[in-house]
């Protein structure tokens, strides 16, 4: 079966197994191949077509950089629309820095806007209706990253958010998956937490926890009572804000981007300000220094 996975501009086609992705590549299409990719696409087998807009609003995905907008949504799914495709899956994330209610409202609006753009089309599928799937997962804030300064939002705020979610879909046509949050939360636990995790996986082990990573195998009860019993508090990994200057237990670990930068990018987040992927310009995060060189050299036509 093949899928489609598309962030319309300058994304490369890659190939996997069975499914095809559009991902952001170095080597960028421009418009015009993108659109003729796309047209090739479509005229093959239409089991479906997935975007990841990963946030509701523009707004906030100039927050975490993400270069896709509706008119792109737009203009890809008016092609697949016309060729046949029927059936549209949205992936987001909830609970991204600075998100608001109006973020998430904005995930049902994109939804709606995607039903309507098939039904206004005059070359859709012929007596066949559209099924757009919403699917949402939690915000994990990770090491390494411009939010690894942020808290993760709490179970309560998150699942305030599920359903408000709920609330703002008015359609039939769009159905919503979203991710359990406590699997989330001992990821975000684990994804900034310290040597003083250790004897708490050792102990959870013992109690039974070997294969959390699957669902029906996910020991939550057990994980929180192994936290309390070992005096550990989980929230203080992922839900407290790090301070900007804070020494954190992977400062010590160098991996070519500088601190500084992960605070500019910070920064730029919260003010909504956009980077350029680094083919079109360096943004100086320090990762050329492990070739010694620049990433790229920019006197060739790059996008
Ligand atoms: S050094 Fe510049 S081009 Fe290289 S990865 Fe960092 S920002 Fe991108």
Redesign the pocket.
């Known amino acids: 079966m093949y899928e489609t996975i598309l962030s319309p501009v300058n994304y490369g086609g890659l190939q996997l197994k069975n499914r095809i992705i559009f991902a952001p590549t170095t080597f960028g299409l421009s418009d015009e191949e993108y659109l003729a990719e796309m047209e090739r696409l479509a005229k093959g087998r239409k089991s479906g077509l997935t975007f990841a807009p990963e946030a509701g609003t523009q707004r906030l995905r100039d927050v975490i950089n993400k270069n896709v907008t509706w008119d792109e949504i737009e203009k890809t799914c008016t092609i697949a629309f016309n060729a046949g495709y029927t059936s549209v899956k949205l992936y987001f994330m909830m609970g991204l820095p600075t998100e608001t209610m109006e973020d998430i409202e904005g995930i049902a609006e994109t939804a709606q806007k995607v039903v309507d753009l098939y039904y206004s089309n005059p070359r859709h599928a012929k007596g066949r209706g559209v099924q757009v799937t919403i699917s949402c997962a939690c915000f994990v804030p990770k090491p390494h990253t411009p939010f690894q300064f942020v808290p993760m939002d709490t179970a309560e705020t998150l699942q305030a958010k599920q359903k408000h979610l709920l609330e703002s879909v008015h359609s039939r046509k769009i159905k919503v998956n979203y991710h359990d949050s406590t699997t989330s939360f001992l990821e975000g636990v684990f994804a900034k937490g310290d040597r003083r995790l250790a004897p708490v996986i050792v102990e959870a082990y013992k109690r039974g926890c070997y294969f959390d990573g699957w669902e029906e195998c996910f020991k939550y009860d057990t994980w929180m009572q192994t936290f309390a019993d070992l005096g550990i508090d989980p929230a203080f990994y992922c839900q407290r804000p790090i301070a900007l200057d804070e020494v954190t237990p992977w400062s010590h670990m160098d991996y070519g981007?500088t601190h500084e930068y992960l605070v500019r990018e910070y920064n730029k987040a919260l003010a909504a300000q956009t980077t350029p992927p680094?083919n079109r310009a360096?943004?100086?995060?320090?990762?050329?220094h492990l070739l010694g060189g620049?990433?790229?050299d920019y006197s060739q036509n790059l996008v």
Not at 282 to 288: D, M, R
Request: charged share 0%; glycine share 8%; net charge neutral.
């Open positions: 981007i680094c360096c943004n100086a995060c320090g990762a050329n620049p990433c790229f």
